[in-house]
């Protein structure tokens, strides 16, 4: 299948868990504001940033969003999309205000005006939209005028529920995925075929981008793409921990350790890899480097399995990197849940962690070694939990 | 000077303005916790946007950040710089609690436990951060919170304060924006010239957005760019007015209007332009439809001074429009402020806007016509309201 089939198709699956969950809770209506939530639950990934659903326990979904992306909402399974009035060359438009009379008046014709109504509350760190220059949030100023407007509504902070529902994927999402993933190596294969003594690290994260967006659209029906190429090489390689990833004018030396983090937002679903490659040959030391980051990732893979403590996955990995005495080299956990958004909370791989990983859940497996005299490496895939192990989605080579 | 020297150092005209208006509205502390207001007033730039700013009438500001971005926090003129707890590998953090815990102390100790706080409630719609990937918003928990601990303070939603003042662009600010569209000349350029019948509207994109970042990156002291080329050919082009705007895997084909939207933001600051060039020799019509474009700017341009009613601009422009027999064929306004996010609302030139435009203001101004058998065009620059004259920011070539 194609992945917008995948993508906007019914999941009955997400649908059915996303209503026991919300039954569970006692709420009769999921508002959707982010983008991320948007996508997850309708199929239609906004390129803008203004949409919502309304998602009843009982009845069918509706869609609020702009004339402008008909075309993208209008695929959904969801057949009831409502529209808001934009500005014209002629008359100025208050989109926000109309999406407040229709939540008002839907919730009214259903005889839900009394209901409790689960909000993204603190949901304050969220993915980006499909154009990724400029956000909605769900803030202050709507959650005031809903308050306003539905005086008699329970308004509920169900930021854990969408959390917790997100963290396990339906089998379609795991389709979804591994074509997402596909993607992320034909950019992983660019890094590491285009990696040259003396050029810039600039220019490598550019030429990745290139090859990603002209070999990405049109993969399998993807139509939407974000890429972003991260290319820090000899010391800045060192810094690579850290939560920003710059590629700069430096060139590319021999013997440099060279880290590409490659992030993928393929039509709304995202990937998150690393791969570190030695400029010419890895000397024994380098070599001994990598084959402990990769020692670490496979201990680990080996011991995912259905019911098992995510602190426990993260523990495994880090005793290798202590037994080989590389143990002041890891600055960071193990690795993140992933999906909709790039970073999502379920499952931590952290040593604090209280998760329990369960079949179906994605998330990043990402050993890292960083601040020796060679710089920095990481290798980072995203990984499946299967009932007796996990499986990584990324094929591409991982050496050095 | 470059241009990290011009957006970190103290900005005494910005600083006035600010405190003027904060003076005027009985604020004595401005909490800005979105990147693009962080950005504004403290020039330091954040990769990942947990950042904030405490900013009071009388005495110094204080920025509160995550030590990941301690290089560039510390380039700021704000020399008190504290930094909340991140996750460690082994300690799970709290950053949010942190923060809110520093915001109280800074208050008590000021003697501001009773004090008017500005904060920006309406913004919902705000720039993303250096990565563009994930973002952090002021949203409804961190509110609920501030309340919480901040129980004596009168909360004051102080939007409509800074937008206010940052519609007003200081000297620095003018220049910085003047090296903003240097780099997007060099987009402009690389546009135009790799034009080629049989080339995808994707790899024009991937062209030219390696183009930018090769020469960009190092230009005048850049070292964070973003840089967003989306190419619309023939049937395309005609939807170009759309909020969205998708390079497909179209190819150019002879005769074909081929129109680029390219953002870029550079060092947090944002450029908007558009091109629309014929693959290969334009015919009469064609000709006609670039001519009318043009003399629309142009008299916009010429009709600009400080003092002038916006929508009066927008009418001149249109005039053109309605006069050469294109009136169906514009479907938006004429232009937008820009700055620290890319649609700015002030100014707003639009029919129905009740803006004035001032000396210093810089807006797009970008006419357009779509949807005539060839598709559709669109001619847009960055302009600097100067006292009698509107001034292009950007130099490249507007023909056909």
């Known amino acids: 299948m194609n992945i917008l089939e995948l993508v906007t198709k019914k999941d009955e699956e997400k649908v059915k868990k996303l209503k026991e969950a919300m039954e569970k809770r006692s ?4 508002l959707f504001r982010l983008v991320e939530d948007v996508l997850y639950i309708s199929g239609y990934w906004s390129s803008f940033g203004f949409c919502s659903v309304l998602f009843p326990l009982d009845g069918e979904p509706t869609i609020i969003t702009i004339e402008d992306e ?8 969801i057949k009831d999309v409502r529209y808001v009035n934009l500005e014209t060359k002629e008359k100025l438009g208050d989109p926000k205000g109309d999406m407040i009379k229709i939540i008002k008046e839907w919730m009214k014709d259903r005889n839900l005006h009394k209901a409790s109504l689960g909000y993204e509350g603190s949901m304050e760190f969220f993915s980006t939209n499909a154009m990724s220059r400029e ?3 769900f803030g202050i100023s709507t959650y005031e005028a809903l308050k306003k407007n539905l005086p008699e509504v329970k308004l509920i902070d169900a930021t854990d529920l969408i959390y917790e529902v997100r963290s396990l994927k339906s089998e379609r999402e795991v389709e979804i995925m591994k074509i997402v993933n596909e993607v992320a190596d034909m950019g992983l294969e660019a890094f590491h075929k285009s990696l040259e003594e003396g050029k810039r690290e600039i220019d490598l994260q550019a030429e990745v981008e290139k090859e990603v967006m002209e070999r990405g659209i049109g993969y399998k029906g993807i139509e939407r793409l974000v890429v972003f190429a991260m290319i820090m090489s000899g010391k800045n390689s060192a810094q690579a921990y850290k939560m920003y990833n710059v590629s700069t004018i430096k060139k590319l030396e021999k013997g440099d350790f060279v880290l590409m983090e490659l992030n993928l937002n393929v039509e709304g679903y995202w990937s998150d890899t690393t791969r570190t490659y030695v400029v ?5 030391e380098q070599e001994d480097i990598f084959d402990t980051a990769l020692e670490a990732q496979e201990r680990a893979l080996e011991a995912i399995r ?8 993260n523990s495994i990995a880090f005793e290798v990197l202590k037994k080989r005495g590389y143990w002041n080299y890891i600055t960071h956990r193990l690795g993140h849940g992933i999906g909709v958004n790039m970073h999502e909370p379920i499952p931590a791989l952290h040593l604090a962690s209280n998760h329990i990983i369960r079949s179906n859940m994605i998330f990043s497996v990402e050993p890292g070694i960083y601040g020796h005299k060679y710089g920095g490496i990481r290798i980072e895939d995203m990984v499946l939990s299967l009932k007796n192990k996990g499986e990584r989605l990324n094929k591409y080579y991982r050496g050095a």
């Open 27 to 30: 709420i009769d209506v999921l």
């Open 70 to 77: 008909k075309d993208f909402a209008e695929r959904s399974w």
């Open 135 to 137: 956000n909605w949030s």
């Open 280 to 284: 010419g040959k890895p000397n024994k």
């Open 306 to 313: 259905d019911g098992v403590r995510a602190s426990d996955i």
